[in-house]
């Protein structure tokens, strides 16, 4: 059981510090049923969460489900100061107001993932406030400025002459004391945290807390594009709060090569059902776009229910078939700037570009849905439906 608790932690990770301990911790777990502490930090930046964010939720359950005891911090303290991590200038500081307002939203949005009844919400306003000036000069002798300089973002900034403000030198000080107050056992985090989340190690040894978090970090995912990170500022992303359709549309949009990484990372599958689904896709005994289908209705199940997530793929379907649009067209990748002519011979349209060229000339092409006539087109970033006649259809997704 303790080696099936730790395939299942490990999945989808992409380091962990002191695996020797969290093995340790299960052991103790298993043997008289002893819970233990995994914590995870989340700065109300936003009142909504994609499904970016909801890769730590997910990890966060599957150690609920062997024994953990989540410590969902707020950081309603250090959210008045920014994490600079992966920033190249000083972050936008929240007022209260906007702050009180995204955690309702936050923790509303968390625990359609999460078990309620094994979460603890703390915020660290309870501990950082009080800590007080002495506190604070205490905490800042534990790390030289040049030690905080290795940070790849600093570094990047302070050669480029970008300002940095004192205060954030602060930041992962402020998380790491998080972790001394908290006694936390596990702490889990993105890849670009991993300085933050070793200062928690090494500030319980510094305060003498008598034992060191073990680190797990989990890695950034890919947006729709399949190559930024999820983001609302790319327009890449998959909100929790969008209507059904939305999501369920959003997900059926991906890439087959990235739905494996999706089921790896948000499902609640277990690693054998999905190595199983996979192997049956490579066998064609299930086509690529069902198992895409039921990722979509797992997921939207998720965060409505069962009912709505049914409706919004007949939606979605019923849409598709009243445009004459295949639901399982055959996906391309193309190179930014791509001619038309070209995109429709690579895609199988056409069986070159000067019958590409002729085709289009005779109104015989489409754009998701509008003909075209300018036979000198390219195709930037973005998604197309590209149509010849009647029946030939190909999704290009142009990077």
């Known amino acids: 059981m303790i080696q099936q608790a730790l395939r299942e932690i490990g999945r989808g990770t992409a380091e962990i510090i002191d695996i020797e301990r969290i093995e340790k911790l299960l052991t103790k777990y298993y043997d008289d049923g002893t819970t233990y502490t995994v914590k995870a930090g989340f700065d109300p930046t936003a009142p909504d969460l994609h499904l970016g964010h909801t890769v730590l939720l997910q990890k966060l359950a599957t150690f609920q489900k062997f024994g953990g005891r989540v410590q969902f911090l707020i950081g309603d303290f250090t959210a008045m100061i920014g994490d600079p991590t992966g920033k190249s200038a000083t972050r936008k500081v929240l007022t209260k107001e906007e702050i009180v307002k995204n955690i309702a939203s936050y923790t509303e949005q968390a625990f359609k993932i999460l078990d309620e009844s094994k979460t603890t919400i703390v915020y660290n306003n309870d501990w950082l406030e009080k800590l007080g000036a002495a506190g604070m000069l205490q905490l800042a002798s534990n790390l030289t ?142 086509h690529p776009k069902t198992a895409k289908e039921n990722l979509a209705l797992e997921i939207t199940t998720r965060f409505y229910n069962e009912e709505l997530a049914t409706l919004a793929k007949e939606e979605f379907n019923s849409v598709f078939k009243a445009k004459n649009i295949p639901t399982d067209m055959a996906e391309f990748e193309m190179e930014d700037g791509i001619w038309i002519c070209q995109a429709l011979l690579d895609a199988g349209l056409e069986p070159s570009t000067s019958q590409a060229r002729r085709d289009i000339k005779q109104n015989a092409v489409s754009i998701n849905q509008e003909k075209i006539s300018d036979d000198k087109l390219n195709l930037y970033t973005g998604e197309y439906i590209l149509q010849v006649g009647k029946k030939r259809f190909a999704k290009v997704k142009v990077k």
């Open 145 to 286: 400025v040049a030690r905080m300089l290795e940070r790849d973002d600093f570094s990047k900034r302070y050669a480029s002459n970008t300002p940095i403000a004192v205060s954030e030198f602060m930041y992962p000080l402020l998380q790491g004391y998080d972790s001394v107050y908290l006694k936390s056992d596990i702490e889990i985090g993105g890849t670009d945290q991993k300085f933050n989340l070793l200062m928690g190690r090494q500030l319980q040894k510094a305060y003498e807390i008598k034992k060191q978090q073990a680190v797990l970090m989990m890695p950034i995912l890919e947006g729709l594009d399949g190559v930024n990170k999820m983001s609302k500022s790319l327009g890449n992303y998959i909100g929790v709060t969008e209507e059904p359709k939305d999501i369920y549309g959003k997900i059926l949009s991906i890439s087959d090569e990235l739905m494996w990484r999706y089921y790896e990372l948000l499902s609640g599958k277990s690693l054998n059902d999905i190595a199983q689904l996979k192997k049956d896709v490579a066998s064609r005994i299930v």
